[in-house]
Each structure stands twice: as structure tokens, then as C-alpha cells.
């Protein structure tokens, strides 16, 4: 009997759990998409221009002192990163970035990560929205 109500409670809490992130009433920045724009080649280099928005696709607004950047990646190599402001819900914002790279680089050889580094972790309902890889 012990057994079973022991049992029962985690699948209880396990559900419970389940239930309130698909639900999640706060804030919840997204990377919605990152696009190269152009490139320009000069001095047998290109560069990208790339851009980026983060919409916050939670029911709430995040509070006016909300800390968080993108972050971008090249492999493991962190190169830059960028402020983020607050976002109501709904609302985005449009970020850009350069990369630079040899004009003698192939198409689709080199790959881009984009993470979301937002400090208050209450302010992210879900970090599986939180990443996109762009290659060019």
C-alpha cells in the first residue's frame, strides 16, 4: 500500500510539473529567426551581414531590469554578444551582426550558433527556443 501511494504521488508531481511549464504564465524570449542580409567582399575578404530577431512569445512582459544578450557562436568559440532590451509580450527586436570570414570559403561552410543569455532565469518560461544555428 506505502508502495503505491508513493508511486502515485510522483506521477502526480511529475504531471504537475509537465503541466505548469505548458502553461507558464511569465515572460519568454524566443530566437524567432537569424538571416544572412548581404555580404560585401573586399580585400579578399567577405563580410555577412546578418540579422536576428528575439520576440518574447510568453503571456507576460519582462520586468524593466531584465538582464539578457545573444550570444554568438562559432563552435565552441564565443565571438560576441548582444544586448537584449526587456520586451513586452509579443513585442520583438531586431539585433545585427557582421562575420567576416576568406572570400575563398566555400557556401555553407561555415556555421553560426545564436543563444539567449537571459540572467533571470524566471524570465524564460522555456530555453528550448533559445538557440538557432545559421550556416552560410
Do not use: W
Not at 504531471?15 to 573586399?42: E, F, N, Q, W
Amino acid at each position: 500500500m506505502f508502495r503505491i501511494m508513493i508511486i502515485a504521488l510522483l506521477m502526480s508531481a511529475q504531471t504537475d510539473t509537465a503541466s505548469a511549464s505548458t502553461t507558464c504564465a511569465g515572460a519568454d524570449p524566443a530566437i524567432a529567426s537569424v538571416v544572412v542580409k548581404g555580404a560585401h567582399s573586399g580585400g579578399g575578404l567577405n563580410r555577412y551581414q546578418l540579422s536576428g530577431t528575439i520576440v518574447n512569445v510568453g503571456r507576460a512582459a519582462q520586468p524593466s531590469n531584465t538582464l539578457q544578450f545573444v550570444d554568438i557562436y562559432k563552435g565552441s568559440e564565443k565571438l560576441d554578444s548582444k544586448g537584449i532590451p526587456p520586451l513586452n509580450s509579443g513585442q520583438s527586436y531586431t539585433f545585427s551582426y557582421v562575420s567576416v570570414r576568406s572570400s575563398d570559403a566555400g557556401k555553407g561552410t561555415t556555421s553560426l550558433t545564436f543563444r539567449l543569455d537571459v540572467r533571470q532565469a524566471s524570465q524564460d518560461c522555456s530555453t528550448s527556443n533559445d538557440r538557432y544555428t545559421v550556416t552560410f
